[in-house]
Each structure stands twice: as C-alpha cells, then as structure tokens.
C-alpha cells in the first residue's frame, strides 16, 4: 500500500483552509513554496488549491509572485457579527481612551484563545503588540481570564488542562485558577499582573447581554500605574453602554 503524502489525507476544504491559516500577523505575503510549507501540504497540491483561491478572490498574487488575501476576503469578514460589534463598540472605545489614559482593548472568544477585535491607544498609553486579528492566551491576560470565567464548559477544561507558563508570574495550578474565574464570576472584573507580559497590569470585564457571553473589555497599563484601580467604574460603564449598542443594533437586523 503506497503512504499517502504529507496533507493528502485531508478534504479538500480543509486544504483549502490550511492554505488560508498560512496567513498571519506575520507573515501577510506568502511565496507558493511558503505557503506549502506552512500549510503543510505537496507543492503541487498548494499550486492547484491558491490557484482555484485566486481566481475566487480570496487570494491575490502580487507582481513579485508572493500572495496576498483578496479582497473577498475582506468583503465576507465584514458580514460576521464581530464587525458589528466592533462598529458598536468604537465610540465607546475612544472615549475610555480619553477618560483612562490607558489602552483599551477588546475581544471575544475564539476557540482556545481570547481574538482581540480592537485596540485603541493614546498618545502617552501602554505601547502594546495586541493589534486586531491578535489571539491572546486566556489563562494570563485579563481579557481573557473574563472570557474564559464565562466559557463553556468544554472550553474552561481545554484551558485548564493545558495552562502554558509566559512569565514568572503566570498561574499554571488549575486550582489556584479556577478559584480565579469563581471570583470573577462573582465580582465581574477580572485582573493580570505580570502574567502574560512583564510590568504590564491589566484588569477587564466581561460583556454579557440576555444570550451569555459577547466580549471582554479591557485596559492596559505599566505595572507602576496607580490610575488603573481608579479606572473601574468608566470601564464598567463603557461595558454596558457597548453591550446595549450591540444587543439594540442584533435585534434591528432580526
């Protein structure tokens, strides 16, 4: 019997989607040899899935041969609700900005990691590498600790199992987390200091509306600041005003 090739096993949809995964943050041009080795699969078989993604849109080759997402791409990510969130959520956002000094950032719950929809800074906040399309840890951020306080779940017993350690200060006993999400759940903040980044503190809150759980909002400051304890009540309300714009605009669309 002749073994099948490396990514051969998989449906085609699958290829096609391990041929998209390729693309991140950090690597947003892609040679075909690249592509193939990301998304591990034959050479011929990547040239075969990008040119049928090419002529669909969701790709695009470039003059120098390396490939881009398409324009499609962008066009079919408007129409997922985190779009709508986001669109709710940005006046809110910039003027917590404005009322904190500090970086705000929100996100939402992706499988495994907590995907940042947002991050806004000010001139004299917390430079941060959490841009939009980011995946953060859920266990150490305080994004998403909140997410993960109200996860299902299947998603809480995913994250405990596997608790991945990213400074000297991130909690990796189950234990000693899952009492943090009671208390999270019981208070509705959720905190990180040091846990993902050293010297940087954040604290966040969840957003839930009559469904369960929509996003996390967030801020960021040097672990030295002593204004973000006092940024509690405008993040709070920044939360509700933000949850009551995205459940008001759902029920429009409805």
């Given at each position: ?20 995964d ?104 917390l ?8 995946r ?6 305080a ?5 993960l ?17 990213h ?11 899952e ?6 759940r ?69």
């Open positions: 019997m002749v073994a099948r090739r490396a990514g051969e096993s998989r449906s085609g949809t699958a290829r096609a989607l391990a041929v998209l390729a693309f991140d943050h950090a690597h947003r041009s892609l040679t075909l040899s690249d592509i193939a080795r990301r998304a591990d699969l034959p050479l011929a078989t990547t040239y075969r899935i990008v040119g049928e993604l090419d002529a669909a849109r969701l790709l695009v080759r470039r003059p120098d041969g390396a490939y881009e997402i398409g324009a499609r791409g962008w066009h079919l990510g408007l129409l997922a609700p985190q779009t709508a969130l986001r669109e709710a959520a940005l006046p809110h956002l910039q003027d917590l900005v404005t009322v904190t000094g500090h970086t705000v950032h929100m996100a939402v719950l992706d499988g495994p990691a907590a995907l940042v929809l947002e991050r806004l800074a000010g001139s004299r906040t430079p941060t590498r959490h841009t939009p399309g980011t953060l840890p859920l266990h150490c951020t994004v998403g600790k909140a997410l306080a109200h996860a299902p779940a299947a998603v809480r017993a995913a994250a405990l199992a596997g608790l991945t350690r400074t000297a200060y991130t909690v990796t006993d189950p234990r000693s987390l009492r943090q999400l009671d208390q999270i019981r208070s509705g903040v959720a905190r990180s200091a040091q846990e993902h980044r050293l010297g940087v503190s954040s604290v966040a809150v969840p957003l839930l509306d009559h469904s369960g759980l929509v996003a996390a909002l967030g801020l960021l400051a040097p672990l030295t600041s002593a204004r973000l304890g006092n940024s509690l009540a405008p993040l709070r309300a920044a939360a509700a005003a933000i949850t009551q714009g995205f459940s008001a605009a759902a029920a429009q669309r409805t």
